[in-house]
């Protein structure tokens, strides 16, 4: 244990969602109250509404829907059910640590891979954290530069909604720095953990930028595990150019107004691979890459690393139901009527004609 401190959350926090609804409650009371009012007024004239409801209360009635407001808050709050961790300890958790980098550039979204080259990875990405038990997973986007988009995680439900906002604008520098994405996993990855380290490249390869053969040997001396990902076909295909509405306009054109055509570079990325003792693949419409790599990853052996994780979390529910059930009794119990001896104590009785 590290300390004694104090976690909360929700076993069904969506629940959480219906206390917008009491101030809709709060509207409705305040209604009723004008009605009541208007509908008095044409019943009698006001001295004769004051002799008729002289035992009256108005602040008793605000009274009971305070409470009624305040105890529809607190069965909300219990069925949401409230769970408090009060410890904090070390836990340990056996699997590697992968990160993944992608491709961000505008070749990516060549439509040799259906729908396109950079949803199709995405997608992949999204089975593969389904996926994961146990292992750390982190996700690095690249094209002129690199960029960690999350670091490494056991919170798959987090890299899922990381993941879903990747685009060709996460990294506005153009161009495919391979060597690059290489260098920020090399700085990301945990090197006081010492779990196997893999890194996945899914790229359409087209490097312009440093040698990516370098940094995949420099990361191999330190044990990481390279596999590369190929999208596209190596014959080229055009860029299509989408406006906003969706529909396409042209295809990504040079200075001399040539359609440009983006190539798979198979080789470089066989020789990345072979060089971090991993494997090449070539995306297809019809497999799934990351599953493959997956299996192999699963045959590594894997080892221990520790996370620090709140325990001990304990149901509160019967707390917050219990204090609303007090509140309700509260309120049938309070009476609409005034208290004598509460109205004789009022100071202002005279000056507040017919309120308590």
């Known amino acids: 244990m590290v300390g004694e401190i104090a976690m909360i959350r929700f076993a069904h926090p969506g629940t959480l969602w ?9 509207l409705f009371f305040w ?19 004051e002799r008729l409801a002289a035992d009256a209360s108005v602040r008793k009635w605000f009274l009971k ?11 909300i709050v219990g069925l949401a059910n409230p769970l408090v961790g009060t410890r904090l300890e070390d836990v340990k958790q056996e699997g590697v640590d992968l990160f993944i980098a992608l491709d961000v550039s505008l070749s990516m979204k060549a439509e040799d891979v259906k729908p396109n080259r950079l949803e199709k990875a ?7 954290v389904r996926r994961l038990s ?12 690199s960029y960690v988009q999350f670091p490494l995680t056991t919170d798959y439900s987090a890299a899922n909604l990381f993941l879903d906002v990747v685009d060709v604008e996460s990294v506005p520098d153009p161009g495919t720095a391979i060597g690059s994405a290489i260098n920020m996993a090399l700085k990301s990855f945990d090197w006081e953990a010492q779990t196997q380290k893999v890194l996945v490249i899914i790229t359409d390869g087209e490097n312009n930028e440093g040698d990516a053969t370098a940094l995949a040997e420099e990361a191999a001396k330190k044990g990481v595990l390279i596999y590369t990902i190929g999208m596209g076909s190596p ?3 055009p860029i299509p150019i989408y406006d906003a509405n969706g529909r396409q306009t042209d295809f990504k054109r040079d200075r001399s107004g040539n359609i440009v055509l983006t190539k798979l570079d198979q080789a470089t990325l ?6 971090g003792n991993g494997k090449y693949y070539q995306a297809t419409n019809a497999q ?9 990853i699963n045959a590594l052996q894997k080892r221990e690393f520790g996370t620090k994780q709140f325990t001990d979390f304990e149901d509160q529910f019967q707390y917050f139901l219990g204090a609303a059930f007090l509140l309700l009794l509260c309120e049938v119990i309070i009476s609409d009527r005034k208290t004598a001896w509460l109205s004789k104590l009022n100071p202002f009785k005279r000056i507040e004609t017919g309120k308590d």
Do not use: C
């Open 134 to 145: 146990g292992d750390r997973i982190g996700l690095i986007v690249f094209s002129g530069q």
């Open 235 to 237: 014959t080229g295909v």
């Open 270 to 275: 066989e020789k990345i691979a072979a060089t």
């Open 288 to 296: 799934d890459e990351l599953d493959a790599i997956y299996k192999d």
């Open 31 to 49: 209604y009723v109250y004008q009605q009541r009012r208007k509908s008095s007024s044409s019943f009698a004239s006001h001295p004769m509404l």
């Open 122 to 128: 995405k997608y992949e990405i999204g089975n593969l």
């Open 18 to 26: 219906y206390l917008l609804l009491l101030p809709a409650m709060i």
């Open 65 to 75: 829907g305070t409470l009624v407001v305040l105890a529809a808050g607190l069965i």
